[in-house]
């Protein structure tokens, strides 16, 4: 029926054509796995190996006994972990809300179809946001730290503008996305463009701005919890004292705190985010 | 209300407000207690918001005097750019394990075609959480404290934080699937192993490629500075010059970081953009 | 001899949810071609899942070539859904695979892990899957992707891939509903062609009464789950025809 349709000169394929094409393919990816395998190794062997002082590593057994002493609960610690605990869950607050109002005019300018001069803001928003998202956490802590002392401050801030890239990047697309008839109704008003953006784009965004910010919040909360390393405040700095204590225990019941703290703003996030949408 | 309805019962007079009686209570309610949360926060965390705009215009004045013109010699140092070159090995063997050992992980973690979702559903999920919820530099703590300074510990942390960040985003990837050819396969007599050879794996090749390239986005960026603490790569030189207050090499530190994760930004997007295009 | 012969089948999705299938018996002999038809909703999808054990049936009894098959699980499962070819309505082929491929998918049931791995099928899978795409006139696209074909042509893959598996009964779920009518004659007599050749006895869903009429000896009228006609094509008349679609007007 369809051998009409076919280009006279497409010549049935026989099962040998097919094997020897699947053949083909076959040794490519060998080849390519092969290739893959060899880089690892030898990135492993560098890295890994050469690098490492087995030496002091010792034996499995060795490394299972490092291992077994972070087994266990301290429990004496339960009363000094509920303040940092709260202080960890404040800064992921404030550094989020933070870092939404700043990320205000880098989504205003970032999203293309508002942007108010293309050409400079753009690309400025971009950088922004690049900016803020290639910088760990940890150096943005240390950079406030230097700046502002000492404490929870540095904590909110570095939060507030490691959260810019994510929530600003999100909420542009979302801008970009928006179903451009409600902006031109309110045009049609003789809406100014402040009105616009209340009454026409707000609405649109909104709720998946709220859901991407509840996401980032629950990220800032794992974050937030390893500030206090380097003096930011919070659980982190719990953690790194009774590191530096060999509290191996301790430390084991830090990292568990951490877990519950997570798993509370998770299911926050996950109610939170139903309510949203 | 009722007076007006009387009068009028042809074109009753409609009344309209923005407050309705409960709904806007509990709204209003919610907005007054997140403001009074906020405000009990700034004065439990003690911020200092009177003196917040003036730390910011010493911020600036600070890095104008103090990190600034950045140190471009050190950083083009040949022991510094060991250093680099082993971070990027870092991260993509962090990366690379991490999205092997979340294949399955993902797979067993995924409600439709976990093998079983009474045991190894939960079992897959916890794993992943863990992995995830544990902050990378927690887990390059910790390998140090268990197995001392070096690559190795580095390596291993990212791989438990690549193998919890990709794992559940493959799960939620194999979960969006259309079940229509899993069903054929199973229809046809395939195992499990063929079904998600078959069934499963052409659906989400593209999208497990792009999660791939994300994670090593992540992966590269959490590998600069899990040498704070002793696991391997630049982010042991950062911190020795911010204890030896060399600001000028930490700026030029920076500078290289951020350098290079914009290359990899660059790399990624158009390496994602070719992926999505193979569709 | 049945080739299948289904006793009181009850089926339902959940343990509290409603009954879908209440009780069906009915026998395909093995020069049948059965048709099943009935109003949407009415359980016919379920009842042809059933008997491959896509859906698990909650009672009754389904006897392939005299074999008890409800209670089948692991590998004996598997042995049987290979010897019961399956099409379906949305085709369901893996879009991003070739057409050849798609074919030799059929034959999974036959093939191991690692030659599955590497997607190495035995040289008479290949042959085999030559002639039956020869037969449904789709030799020039062996190599052509599946989501680049129409929908007739990927229903001839489908049907291709269930031939694959050599069954000993095939079931189709509304093979022709996603296809317009002109095609849909075409892929019914494709599919009538090739089952007579081969001797495989069909069961099919179809929703086009008069297709049913056409293709179909025999004829089973669901409604609601419930058996409201079995017999002949030549005795389905309007007025059971009206009987057994009420519901769908109301
Ligand atoms: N996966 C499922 N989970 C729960 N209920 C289902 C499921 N699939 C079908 N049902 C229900 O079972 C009943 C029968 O569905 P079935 O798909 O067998 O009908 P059908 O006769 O094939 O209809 P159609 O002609 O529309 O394909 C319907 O009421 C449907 O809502
Ligand atoms: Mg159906």
Redesign the pocket.
Known sequence: MNKALAPPTAAKPTVDDIIRSQRRTRYARGAFFTLLLIMVVWSVKVTVIDDTDWARIGSLANVLKATNRFIGIDFSLFPTLIGPAIETLMIACLGTLLGVILCIPAAWFGAHNITPYKPITYPLARLMMTLSRSIHEIVWALFFVAAVGLGPLAGVLALAVRSIGFIAKMTAEAIEDIDPGPVDAIRATGGNDFQVVIYGILPQVLPQVLSVVVFEWEINIRRSAILGLVGAGGLGLVFFRQMNTFNYHGVTTVILAILLLILLGEVFSYFARKAVI | MNRALDRQPATPQREWSRFKFPGSLIKYGIWLSILVFLAYTVKYLDIPLDRLLGMFGRLGSTLANRYYPPDIEYIMDLDYLEYVVETIQMAYLGALFGLLASIPLGWFGSYNMTPSRLYVFPIARLISMGCRSVHEMIWAILFVTIIGFGMLPGVLALTFFCTGFAAKLFAEEIEAIDMGPVDAMRASGANLFQIMLFGVFPQVRVAFTGIAIYTWDVAFRAATVVGFFGAGGMGWYLKRNILQIETERVAAILLSIIFLVLISEVLSAWARARVMKMK | MAVLEVRDLCAR??AS?PE?LKGISFSVEADDFFAVI?P????????IRCINRLVNPSGGEILFYDREVTKLRGRQLRLLRRDIGMIFQEFNLIDRMSVMDNVLSGRLGYTGNLRTLFRAFPRDDIQHALNLLDQVGLLEFVDKRADELSGGQRQRVGIARALMQNPKLLLLD?PTSALDPKISREVMSLIKRMTTELKVPCLC?I?DVTLALEFCNKIIG?QDGKKMFDGPAEEMDQSMLDKIYEMEVL
């Not at chain 3, 949407?40 to 009842?47: H, M, P, Q, R, Y």
């Open positions: 999705y959940s949810g879908v009935g949407s909703g009415s359980g016919k999808s379920t009842l509304e869903n929703h669901l």
